[in-house]
């Protein structure tokens, strides 16, 4: 049994936990990491400084290539804004010769601020929270994402078919 | 499908690997956490300091937990020297309602000084290596392991069979 990592990157709102959720019931052998899962164990160790958030994604991309490496289907749900950060797990995967699918989950800022499923926006607005991702710290949009969804123009089971295509475009059988 | 930890403990030389490595040729869906694993990857920018080395551990702890509950069974073999150390790994596990197995792999220091795989005692004794567990740093014996092998009196696959009754009696299908 081979695994492999959907990465799943996007705005705060922008649809990453529901789409995790979805695709976790579609596929068998597959496990979510995301920030409730990681920060309080694995990572309880860490902040929200720059340097943290790095580690953070580190981290999460190191234990994803571990679960995919033993045959999960690691579902990562992460802001991870930095392109670099990304590129990092990507090359963690590569380097196990595991396969890495870079989901860019995508709606446009005011939807996701609209949306705001945890109420993090009107807190960064506030100023309760500092170096929010889309407010006061970039996202940098993924270039050459493997697929990328408009959640604003397509509803979810639209979202996790195009997923699903797109996995079996790559030879996975699903 | 429930997952589970089964963690090896013990001096270098003590077996410990090769218990691993045959458990998991038994074990369906099992993976082998080890430093040589973790050591490259996830804990790469840990040194051997006691912090770091509690801090390899802790994560180590962490890492066996999410692979289970992925439906893993996580063989994990790390000296793991010291006893809060090991039962901070067991309360990540019953925390999340996850089985941990605490193997003792025991053979006197004097045997596993002789069979020293990895040359690693002559390099101790030379001076090469600092806080090498046995010679000047300790080894915490387990004081309720859930199994404690003496390899120095039961050959592989006696250990293997001993292992695998553990888990028998735990009301695991094998």
Redesign the interface.
């Known amino acids: 049994?081979t695994g492999f990592t959907i990465w799943l990157t996007g705005l705060s709102g922008s649809g990453k936990t529901t789409i995790a959720t979805s695709l976790k019931n579609k596929l068998l052998?597959s496990?979510i990491?995301d920030g409730d899962?990681l920060r309080t164990?694995?990572n309880s160790?860490l902040g929200f400084s720059e340097e943290d958030r790095r580690?953070n994604i580190r981290?999460v991309g190191?234990?994803a290539?571990?679960?995919s490496?033993?045959?999960?289907i690691s579902i990562c749900s992460f802001i991870s804004p930095y392109e670099s950060d990304r590129d990092m797990c990507r090359k963690?995967h590569a380097r196990k010769n595991i396969k890495f699918f870079e989901v860019f989950v995508n709606a446009p800022f005011n939807v996701c601020e609209k949306r705001d499923p945890k109420g993090l926006y009107k807190m960064a607005q506030s100023g309760k929270i500092k170096n929010f991702t889309g407010i006061d710290s970039p996202y940098e949009e993924p270039r050459h994402p493997d697929l990328k969804l408009d959640t604003h123009l397509y509803g979810i089971s639209e979202c996790v078919d195009r997923c699903i295509n797109m996995l079996k475009n790559n030879g996975i059988k699903v």
């Open positions: 049994m052998n496990y990491l899962i164990g694995l160790d580690e981290r190191e234990v290539a571990l679960l490496d033993a045959g999960i963690v």
